[in-house]
């Protein structure tokens, strides 16, 4: 493929082009300046062991801000060239709109602080990292893909760097170029992958330090340190109008339900963003359905008690969301995957499958219409999951429902018109959308926070803008260590013990008990009987509306991350100053810290989804 090539581009993407987004004030010019905030620590004693087991090297970095030297009186404002830098970057994970700007906003703050600077981009993902196979990223390159879709500029291809044999072709691929930074970009595999090279790198004394960047549509890279996800805001505005002109389309024809399968394999952020957005008559979250223990006769069961309430009414139609990672979360789907999965591990042949599983998996398995026989026995992901986006869920749920209906019909329970379903699956086509402006923005930011990291000798960081609730004018930035976003995943083996696995960053889910969650729950009656469908329309990029950010990060606890900073400095205070035989003023001031964490903790829901604290 011809990586970094001019496109043909449409009058909109012209303009697009030659549109600098606008960066916060602390990255403005070239007097950004780093402050070295708190040390970041682990609280629970089981993950900081195993971080520090596994990191030594980059656990317990501190936080790092930036601050432009130019709001500050006492300091001179003459413009400093920073050293010249050699810089590599990688599109680790899937395409998200808006990743090409992280690339634009790396390139613009090296080139401005330093014109001899130099930025490599390594072709088709990791596959280029490991062959050492890139191109010089140029004003040409980035004038073609600034502002625009895709990840086209570099390409893609697997999204792991996790073997020895992969990590040592990273590492001297690094060393061989002489890289001063190694930015990766993408969601919590590749941020993962990217701590563990870091790590490695400080081992070997590599001159390269590496950065992370949260890049990912799903949404899910979300801790104290990190608000949003580059390409989660275009994707969830694209879908919902993509779902809107269904609704729409099905209160004018009155015949037909839709069911709307939406991307999101390990958390469903997306489905309920544009259900917030677009007002469909059902969503049935993957959260939901793992914590209520809902079978695949369960979740059958309300959809045709929906059905049947509405025919009562005299409603035919319907609009049903549901993400590509529902299949997982119902437990005999899941165990019957699972078992697939070993199976193919072994090597079984696809047409023995059947018969080498366990009775109960072989009679869902058969009980599959073929096409989703066919789609659930695809090789797996390379993180080791089924293709979520390939097997159709939406089908097998309208399937279903058609038959319960007819069997509801036949004995008399339901009296109503026949059910007709149409299936869909919005992936792919809101993945390559042109990115909203505010993922154009915050991923220039975020390009712009890297350099700064590279250039302040930071390894181990991943990128930081915070504050985006606000004006960009007024978003802050920085970097936090890997480590500290990570937790220990353990998996109980009988009373009292555990299989600890490795430190990862993991995927957050929908918070049942968060904001977003609980505006969808207070809505849903009316959303299933009175069709209060919504049309938020074509992103804008100029305008009014143009600045609206997603529903999701305009409700989610004001102070929340605040509240969680402030907590965990609390915490760090008391670490520090309480120890064996410390004087009664020392632990007056310890408990006083502690008395403020209570009093935090006792206004910020129960459930945090976070063990830093
Ligand atoms: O491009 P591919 O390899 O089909 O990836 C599909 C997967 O990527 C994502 O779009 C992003 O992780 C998932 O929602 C989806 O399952």
């Known amino acids: ?9 449409s009058c909109l993407q012209k303009r697009r082009s030659s549109s600098l987004p606008e960066l916060p004030h602390c990255l403005k010019g070239t007097d950004v300046e780093i402050e070295i905030g708190e040390a970041t620590t682990v609280s629970d004693p089981v993950d900081a062991q195993s971080i520090k087991r596994c990191f030594p090297l980059t656990c317990g970095q501190p936080l790092l801000h930036f601050v432009n030297s130019l709001s500050r009186t006492t300091i001179s404002s003459q413009r400093k060239e920073k050293p010249a830098v050699k810089v590599g970057v990688v599109f680790a994970g899937r395409q998200s709109p808006g990743g090409h700007n992280v690339v634009c906003g790396l390139y613009d703050a090296m080139k401005s602080h330093n014109a001899d600077s130099s930025l490599i981009g390594f072709c088709g993902g990791t596959t280029g990292l490991f062959a050492q196979s890139f191109l010089h990223i140029t004003e040409n390159v980035i004038a073609t893909y600034r502002n625009q879709g895709g990840f086209g500029m570099l390409g893609r291809t697997v999204d792991q760097i996790r073997t020895t044999q992969q990590v ?35 081992e070997a004394n590599c001159l390269t330090k590496v950065i992370g960047v949260p890049v990912t549509i799903n949404g899910d890279l979300k801790n104290q340190f990190v608000e949003a996800n580059v390409g989660f805001d275009t994707v969830s505005k694209v879908n919902s109008e993509l779902v809107s002109n269904l609704c729409t389309d099905a209160l004018s024809a009155e015949k037909y339900y839709y069911f709307i399968r939406l991307m999101g394999r390990r958390a469903s952020h997306i489905t309920l963003e544009c259900a917030l957005q677009s007002h469909p008559n059902m969503v049935i979250l993957s959260e939901e359905v793992t914590a209520s223990k809902l079978t695949l006769f ?58 080498n599983l366990s009775p109960w ?36 749920l309208a399937q279903l429902v058609e038959t319960e209906m007819e069997k509801r019909t036949q004995n008399g329970t ?200």
Not at 179 to 202: H, M, R
């Open 298 to 355: 369960d979740i059958t069961k309300r959809i045709c008690d929906a059905v049947q309430a509405r025919a009562n009414q005299d409603k035919y139609h319907g609009v049903i969301l549901l993400p590509e990672g529902l299949i997982e979360s119902i437990p005999e789907a899941y165990a019957l995957l699972q078992d697939i999965h070993v199976l193919l591990k072994k090597g079984t042949q696809t047409d023995q499958i059947s018969t």
């Open 414 to 613: 339901y009296k109503g018109k026949k059910f007709n379903a149409i299936c869909h699956f919005f992936g792919y086509q809101a993945r390559g959308s042109l990115p909203s402006k505010f993922d154009c923005e915050y991923a220039n930011a975020l390009g712009n926070a890297a350099y700064h990291l590279i250039s302040a000798g930071a390894n181990g960081y991943m990128a930081t803008v915070t504050n985006l609730k606000h004006d960009v004018s007024q978003w802050r930035a920085g970097g936090a260590p890997f480590t500290a976003m990570m937790t220990v995943q353990r998996i109980l083996r009988g009373p009292g013990s555990a299989l600890v696995g490795k430190p990862s960053i993991h995927p957050v889910a929908v918070d049942l008990k968060g904001k977003p969650y609980e505006l969808l729950l207070r809505d849903s009656e009316r959303f299933l009987m009175d069709d209060l469908y919504a049309n938020p329309g074509p992103i804008q990029y100029k305008g009014p509306g143009c600045d609206k950010k997603t529903i999701s990060l305009s409700v989610e606890d004001q102070d929340y991350m605040g509240r969680l900073k402030e907590l965990y400095a609390c915490l760090n205070k008391v670490k520090s100053i309480v120890k064996p035989g410390c004087s009664q003023e020392i632990l007056k001031v310890a408990l006083s810290s502690m008395t403020s964490m209570v009093d935090i903790l006792s206004v910020m829901s129960p459930d945090t989804n976070n063990k830093h604290l």
């Open 168 to 202: 040592n072709a990273a590492l001297a691929a690094c060393q061989s170029l002489n890289l001063n930074g190694l930015v990766i970009i993408g969601g919590v595999t590749s941020n993962t992958d990217a701590a563990q090279l870091a790590e490695t790198f400080a």
């Open 361 to 396: 998996a072989s009679a869902l398995f058969e009980s599959m219409p073929i096409f989703i026989k066919r789609q659930l026995l695809l090789s797996p992901e390379s993180d080791e999951s089924a293709q979520l986006s390939q097997i159709e869920t939406e089908k097998i």
């Open 1 to 9: 493929m011809d990586f970094g090539a001019a496109m043909e581009m």
